[in-house]
């Protein structure tokens, strides 16, 4: 009879077996070096854009031609002489500054369509109708009729650039109130929340990320608008912003400077999206766990 049986399972002696050191596994294990620098995502986007510089400087070189395409070295080096002479500072202010009230415009408008789209069956049709009406026209279309309304001047600009933003924002904003859930509406309801104080605590933060891309979208939208109208006819108040500061160079065949000012849209246009908009996002969207 076995040792099993002859003892009962109660008294089953238990089997022990050591394990050696060599045999644990690591629970944690530290990352190398070529992972941790992988993992930031800041260093991975400089290093395509230090690709980007490489090809650039290498196909100027074989090209060999600076009136038609200038190498990475010589646009840094006009960038930098403009940048001491204050010139780009001076032209990418005036730009930024139309930028800034066409943007804040647009934004306002496009809350306004979409608090009334909210409110009631009409306003959504409103909104809707709207949308499909204006936002397949392009903005810089809209230029001749703006010189003919509001003159050669900044008001002309604005205006492309309200165009160029409100549609975006407001397709987008409305869009990501109609996504929330009716479970929200009805807790806000259930507090007392009604119309603008239900629209402010309950529907923004709820459709926030698709407001964001909005925003983001608006933004792009209303640079490029701005530089296409500058190039156009440019002056504003009597000077003009970097697409008129790119025309001028254009006409007098400075193409280093050309591409000195291309490079200053394409550095602003860097700078907004990944300082200005990728700390709302955290500060918001990541931080209230709506993103990872």
């Given at each position: 009879m076995s040792t099993v049986s002859t003892l009962g399972l109660d008294q089953r002696p238990d089997i022990?077996?050591?394990?050696?050191?060599?045999?644990?596994?690591?629970?944690?294990?530290?990352?190398?070096?070529?992972?941790?620098?992988?993992?930031?995502?800041?260093?991975?986007?400089?290093a395509v854009l230090a690709a980007l510089a490489i090809l650039w400087e290498v196909y100027g070189r074989w090209l060999d031609n600076p009136?038609?395409?200038?190498?990475?070295?010589?646009?840094?080096?006009?960038?930098?002489?403009?940048?001491?002479?204050?010139?780009?500072?001076?032209?990418?202010?005036?730009?930024?500054?139309?930028?800034?009230?066409g943007y804040g415009i647009g934004i306002g408008l496009a809350a306004l369509l979409t608090t009334i789209a909210i409110g009631s069956r009409i306003g959504t049709d409103l909104l809707e109708t709207l949308t499909a009406m204006f936002n397949p026209l392009p903005a810089i279309a809209l230029l001749p009729?703006?010189?003919?309304?509001?003159?050669?001047?900044?008001?002309?600009?604005v205006f492309v650039l309200v165009h160029s933003v409100l549609w975006a924002i407001a397709l987008n904003t409305h869009a990501g109130f109609r996504s929330v859930s009716n479970t929200?509406?009805?807790?806000?309801?259930?507090?007392?929340?009604?119309?603008?104080?239900?629209?402010?605590?309950i529907l923004i933060p709820a459709a926030f990320p698709s407001i964001l891309t909005g925003l983001k979208v608006g933004w792009a939208f209303a640079w490029r608008t701005l530089i296409a109208a500058?190039?156009?006819?440019?002056?504003?108040?009597?000077?003009?912003?970097?697409?008129?500061y790119i025309f001028e160079n254009r006409n007098a065949l400075e193409t280093t400077n050309v591409f000195a000012g291309l490079f200053t849209v394409i550095l602003i246009g860097l700078f907004v999206e990944n300082v200005i908009f990728a700390n709302i996002?955290?500060?918001?969207?990541?931080?209230?766990?709506?993103?990872h």
């Amino acid at each position: 009879m076995s040792t099993v049986s002859t003892l009962g399972l109660d008294q089953r002696p238990d089997i022990v077996r050591e394990t050696s050191a060599s045999g644990a596994v690591a629970v944690e294990q530290r990352l190398s070096l070529p992972e941790l620098l992988y993992r930031q995502g800041w260093l991975r986007k400089c290093a395509v854009l230090a690709a980007l510089a490489i090809l650039w400087e290498v196909y100027g070189r074989w090209l060999d031609n600076p009136l038609l395409f200038p190498t990475f070295g010589a646009t840094v080096e006009a960038f930098g002489s403009a940048i001491l002479s204050g010139e780009i500072p001076r032209k990418a202010l005036i730009s930024l500054e139309t930028l800034a009230i066409g943007y804040g415009i647009g934004i306002g408008l496009a809350a306004l369509l979409t608090t009334i789209a909210i409110g009631s069956r009409i306003g959504t049709d409103l909104l809707e109708t709207l949308t499909a009406m204006f936002n397949p026209l392009p903005a810089i279309a809209l230029l001749p009729l703006a010189l003919i309304w509001f003159g050669l001047g900044q008001g002309s600009v604005v205006f492309v650039l309200v165009h160029s933003v409100l549609w975006a924002i407001a397709l987008n904003t409305h869009a990501g109130f109609r996504s929330v859930s009716n479970t929200l509406r009805m807790v806000g309801l259930n507090y007392g929340l009604r119309n603008l104080s239900l629209v402010r605590a309950i529907l923004i933060p709820a459709a926030f990320p698709s407001i964001l891309t909005g925003l983001k979208v608006g933004w792009a939208f209303a640079w490029r608008t701005l530089i296409a109208a500058e190039l156009v006819f440019g002056v504003s108040s009597g000077s003009g912003g970097l697409g008129w500061y790119i025309f001028e160079n254009r006409n007098a065949l400075e193409t280093t400077n050309v591409f000195a000012g291309l490079f200053t849209v394409i550095l602003i246009g860097l700078f907004v999206e990944n300082v200005i908009f990728a700390n709302i996002e955290k500060r918001t969207i990541r931080r209230w766990g709506m993103q990872h």
